[in-house]
């Protein structure tokens, strides 16, 4: 199992709606991704312990439909320095990923293409957050929790966007039992 946590925050998104900042949510949606400065994104995860980042980090996706076309665009993030900001408990470990130069142009390509799209009508746009994550000596506590907050304006802060929430009502004790150890197969 490569990714272990595929779709960590599609799934949390999904299985927790009450765990997702309602005042970040409601900001996400006034932005507009086609006009947002790929330069200016940041996400931010915090792990308890037990719970660390893996090889394959965080990796953002894009998509856009227009009737059966499909544009998608799939960046891996790189991690830069912590955010002095991030509040991250005793214990856990917070982290905080970008683009790589080489995406943000890329990403800029991606929004041009999708903006011609949304000139023809009827279109959708969205966007995804995949993190690869591992456990390490006896993984996670049972209770324990995460989080993961984003930015979307160059300077501006980290906004919570999900969490801090207990990982097993997240996740459920399926995926829960399916992290891997860090360093082990996938």
Do not use: N
């Not at 507009?32 to 940041?42: E, K, T």
């Not at 856009?64 to 912590?82: D, H, M, N, S």
């Not at 990403?107 to 949304?118: E, F």
């Amino acid at each position: 199992m490569r990714h272990l946590l595929p779709r960590l925050f599609p799934a949390l998104l999904l299985a927790a709606c009450s765990y997702v900042s309602p005042l970040t949510s409601a900001r996400l949606a006034a932005m507009d991704p086609l006009a947002a400065d790929p330069a200016a994104l940041a996400v931010a995860v915090v792990l308890p312990p037990g719970l660390a980042v893996g090889p394959d980090g965080v990796t953002l996706e894009l998509q856009a439909v227009q009737g059966a076309q499909v544009l998608a665009g799939r960046y891996p993030l790189r991690e830069t320095t912590a955010d002095p900001a991030l509040a991250v408990p005793a214990g856990a470990s917070g982290h905080v990923f970008v683009l790589r130069p080489a995406d943000v142009a890329a990403m800029r390509d991606w929004q041009a293409k999708a903006a011609a799209w949304s000139g023809q009508g009827g279109g959708q746009v969205s966007l995804g957050l995949a993190l690869d994550a591992c456990s390490q000596g006896a993984g996670p506590a049972p209770g324990a929790e995460g989080a993961a907050l984003i930015r979307v304006q160059r300077d501006g802060a980290l906004m919570p966007l999900i969490g801090p929430a207990p990982l097993s009502a997240l996740l459920g004790p399926d995926l829960m039992a399916a992290i891997a150890p860090c360093g082990g197969p996938r």
